[in-house]
C-alpha cells in the first residue's frame, strides 16, 4: 500500500511542475498591465517604475517563475495587487466557503443519485428506469445559473422558507450557515446526482450480469442483499473516482453559483481577481484547485486499493 501511495506521488510531482509552468505563462498572456491599475489615474512614472521593482515585474519571465516557484513551496503564494494582502491568506478566508459549498452539493448528489442509478439499473426497461433516465437528462439539461434564480423566486421571495442570498460562518452560527447554504448546495448538487447516476447505473448493469452475482442469487439470497452487498460494493469503483473527479470540480467551478447566491468563496474571488488582472491572486488560487485535484484523485486510487482486495497485490 505505502508502495502504490509513492508511486502516486512520484507520478504527480511532474504533474504539479508542468500545471504551474502553464498557469504562469498563461497569466504573461493576458492583456493589460496590473501595474497600471494599481497606480490610479495620474500613473506617474515613478509609481510605477517603483511598483514594478517591488513586485519584480522587471525581472526576466524565467527568474519570476523560479521565484514564483520557489516562494510557493515555502507557503508564499506572494501579495495581492489590489489588496496588498498575502494570497495564502485570502484563500485560506475563501476556501472553506467553498468546500462548504461543496461538501453540501456531494451530498445532495450522493443522496440523490446513488440509489436514483441502483434502482434504474434493478428495474431495467421498466417505467421507473425511464422515468429516471429522463430525470438525469434534465439535471444534466438545466443550467445551474437558471435553476438558482427560479428557486430564488419559488422558495425565497414566494414562499418565504429559506433565504435568497448571503453566507454566514458555520463557526457562527452552524444551523443558520447550513439553511443558507441548502439552495445554492441542491442546485449544484442536481446536476452532479444526474452524472452519478448515469455512471452507477452503468456500473451496476455490468455487475449484476457477472456469475458471482447469479451465484448468490441461485443460493437464494434476499434480493436486497444481493444488490447491495454482492453488486452495489463491486460497482463502486468507477462511482468512487467521479465522486473525487466532482468534489474537485466543484471547487474550481462553482463560480456561476456563488455569484447568484452571493456567497464569498472561492469562485467570486477568481471573478474579481481576473477582472483586475491580480496575477499573484489568480495564480495562486488555480494552482491549489490543480493541487486539490490530484490530491482527489490520490485519494480515489487509495479508495480503489480498500475498496478492491485484488488491486493490493499489483
Do not use: C
Amino acid at each position: 500500500m505505502l508502495s502504490f501511495i509513492l508511486r502516486r506521488i512520484l507520478i504527480a510531482i511532474p504533474t504539479i511542475l508542468l500545471i504551474s509552468i502553464f498557469v504562469f505563462s498563461l497569466q504573461k498572456l493576458l492583456p493589460g498591465d496590473p501595474v497600471l491599475a494599481m497606480a490610479g489615474e495620474e500613473r506617474d512614472p515613478e509609481v510605477l517604475e517603483f511598483l514594478r521593482e517591488k513586485y519584480r515585474l522587471n525581472d526576466p519571465i524565467p527568474v519570476q517563475y523560479l521565484t514564483w516557484v520557489g516562494n510557493a513551496l515555502q507557503g508564499d503564494l506572494g501579495i495581492s495587487l489590489r489588496t496588498n494582502q498575502p494570497v495564502t491568506e485570502l484563500i485560506a478566508e475563501k476556501l472553506p466557503v467553498t468546500i462548504q459549498l461543496a461538501v453540501m452539493a456531494i451530498v445532495f448528489a450522493l443522496v440523490i443519485g446513488i440509489p436514483a442509478g441502483i434502482l434504474s439499473a434493478v428495474k431495467k426497461g421498466t417505467i421507473t428506469d425511464y422515468v429516471a433516465n429522463i430525470v438525469a437528462l434534465s439535471g444534466l439539461s438545466i443550467p445551474n445559473f437558471w435553476l438558482g434564480i427560479m428557486l430564488i423566486l419559488l422558495v425565497s421571495v414566494k414562499l418565504d422558507l429559506l433565504p435568497a442570498s448571503g453566507y454566514v460562518p458555520l463557526s457562527e452560527d452552524p444551523l443558520k450557515s447550513i439553511t443558507t447554504m441548502l439552495m445554492p448546495a441542491f442546485v449544484l448538487g442536481t446536476a452532479l446526482a444526474a452524472t452519478l447516476m448515469r455512471h452507477t447505473r452503468s456500473a451496476m448493469l455490468g455487475v449484476l450480469k457477472s456469475d458471482y452475482v447469479r451465484t448468490a442469487r441461485a443460493k437464494g439470497l434476499n434480493e436486497r442483499r444481493v444488490v447491495l452487498k454482492h453488486a452495489f460494493r463491486n460497482a463502486l469503483t468507477p462511482i468512487v473516482t467521479l465522486t473525487a473527479l466532482l468534489f474537485g470540480e466543484l471547487i474550481a467551478g462553482a463560480v456561476l453559483t456563488e455569484q447568484i447566491f452571493t456567497i464569498p468563496g472561492f469562485g467570486k474571488m477568481v471573478v474579481d481577481a481576473v477582472f483586475n488582472r491580480d496575477y499573484a491572486v489568480v495564480q495562486g488560487i488555480v494552482l491549489v484547485t490543480a493541487v486539490g485535484f490530484i490530491v482527489m484523485n490520490l485519494l480515489a486510487d487509495v479508495a480503489y486499493v480498500l475498496l478492491n482486495p485484488r488491486l493490493r497485490t499489483a
